[in-house]
């Protein structure tokens, strides 16, 4: 693949997004403002990159009902800004304060005696929203959110027609992804409200198609922006890292490992520098950057089968994982990782916490069928053609729901039933959209690979 194809990789607006991301957080380390001509110079250069194109989405009624969901989620965005107390309180305040001079030098930022209710949390969406506010006030900056959902929405149909997944069942598995209801409701954790999720939601989706597709360039950007995205961002960006260089998706794990450790070089000192303002910031702190190195490293280790190999590298890279770990201190998912690897958790919640991730898989009200439909094809699709290739993408989700089972079970006993009524299901979401590109993969897959007793039965004898 030569330069120009590698560069292509990545869609327009997600370059977009990670040069904002990487100018802003390389400015706000160096104690530089976020100047409002970054928005439309980065949006230059991306296409620069990768010309923009409109999507094909077929079918006129498919267009219009996208654009009407998506102007629905605009209106709803601009009607009533800070629609609950996340949206205010985590990610608006901070744009707001962001869009003041474009620089953290203000007391809520640095004054640990101000109350600050998201302090060390991710800022690529503040950053975003800030510089949309600086050009279109603060209603026009809100329109950054459906523009995400259709980021996410028609992030879909391209690998599935690469596939092989014909027309119809193409557009089933778009109107799918675009009619999750928990996106398109007026709710907290919808596109409006001006939660993180649906940003997280857009970058893991083409995370997942970089993981299936074995694409390098895209593996990098989304591994650049999802420790910039959410605090859960960096445990996507393990998984993906190390699921595939396990799978032997040689190209996406480089390309992961080293976008996720340019991401956490560019944001974990700078998350150090917001909660603990007192402390200096020195090298230490760009420990954690090693860590989705590390998981690189011992993935395709063991994906080599060769037993010395495995163990040198593990004797080599194991301290150096162990001294990251140790780095993370001051940092809101080193505490979680911390807790996790002492045991420290509430046991207990366990049983509540597993209950509500299964009714999460069959919630249609906030998921729609989406979990139903990713249970039903993977099942078929193992027994009649094999899962092959989409054992990764399989994987992913088995990982993602152990992950947020885990995460629950390290909040404090008083924390959990507000996690479990109003958090996990917005976790979940975040990985609709690998669900449904697992989805239509397997119907593609159906489509094209007879089941074995049929290949039995027409073999020639």
């Known amino acids: 693949m030569n330069t120009r194809a590698l560069v292509q990789d990545v869609p327009w607006s997600l370059w977009w997004i990670a040069l904002v991301a990487v100018f802003a957080h390389g400015a706000l380390l160096l104690g530089l403002p976020v100047m409002p001509w970054l928005l439309p110079l980065t949006g230059i250069a991306a296409a620069a990159l990768n010309r923009p194109t409109r999507p094909l989405l ?11 969901a998506a102007l629905s989620i605009a209106y709803g965005s601009v009607a009533t800004p800070d629609r609950s107390w996340d949206g205010l309180a985590t990610w ?7 869009a003041v001079d474009g620089t953290l030098d203000h007391p809520y930022f640095r004054d640990p005696d101000v109350f600050q209710y998201a302090r060390g949390y991710p800022l690529l969406q503040p950053i975003l929203l800030a510089l949309g506010m600086s050009w279109l006030g603060e209603l026009g900056g809100r329109l950054l959110f459906p523009a995400l959902w259709l980021l996410l929405v028609t992030g879909l149909d391209g690998p599935l027609g690469r596939a092989g997944l014909g027309e119809r069942p193409r557009r089933l598995a778009v109107l799918g992804l675009a009619l999750v209801p928990l996106f398109v409701e007026p709710g907290g954790g ?5 939660f993180a999720d649906l ?6 989706l083409h995370a997942a198609i970089a993981l299936a ?8 950007v989304t591994g650049l922006l999802l420790p910039m995205a959410k605090t859960e961002g960096l445990i996507h960006a393990l998984i993906l890292v190390g699921l595939a260089a396990l799978a032997g998706r040689r190209r996406a794990a480089l390309g992961a490992a080293l976008g996720a450790c340019i991401g956490l070089a560019l944001w974990v000192p700078l998350q150090q520098q917001l909660r603990t303002p007192d402390l200096p910031v020195g090298w230490a702190s760009l420990l954690p950057a090693t860590l989705p190195a590390v998981l690189w490293a011992l993935g395709s280790a063991i994906h080599s089968s060769r037993t010395r190999k495995v163990a040198i590298v593990v ?7 162990l001294l990251a770990l140790g780095a993370f201190d001051q940092t809101v998912i080193g505490q979680t990782l911390r807790n996790l690897a002492r045991l420290e958790l509430q046991f207990g919640a366990l049983p509540a916490i597993l209950g509500q991730g299964m009714l999460n898989l069959v919630h249609v009200r906030k998921l729609g069928l989406t979990f139903v439909l990713v249970i039903a094809t993977a099942w078929i699709v193992h027994r009649r053609c094999g899962l092959g290739p989409l054992r990764p993408l399989l994987a992913a989700l088995l990982l993602a729901g152990t992950a947020i089972v ?19 299901v917005r976790y979940t979401a975040q990985w609709i959209g690998p669900a ?6 397997g119907w593609a897959r159906l489509a094209t690979h007879p089941s074995p007793s049929t290949e039995r039965t027409t073999a020639p004898r």
């Open 190 to 194: 919808g596109a409006a409200s001006g």
């Open 436 to 441: 449904w590109l697992l989805i239509g993969l």
């Open 406 to 424: 885990l995460y629950l079970a390290d909040r404090p006993p008083q924390a959990i039933d507000l996690f479990l009524r109003e958090g996990m």
């Open 213 to 220: 597709e074995d694409r390098p360039t895209l593996a990098a």
């Open 315 to 321: 004797a080599v890279l194991a301290p150096a994982g």
């Open 92 to 98: 608006t305040i901070n744009a707001r304060w962001l």
């Open 58 to 68: 077929g079918q006129p009624a498919v267009t219009m009902l996208l654009a009407v």
């Open 199 to 204: 940003l997280v939601a857009a970058i893991v």
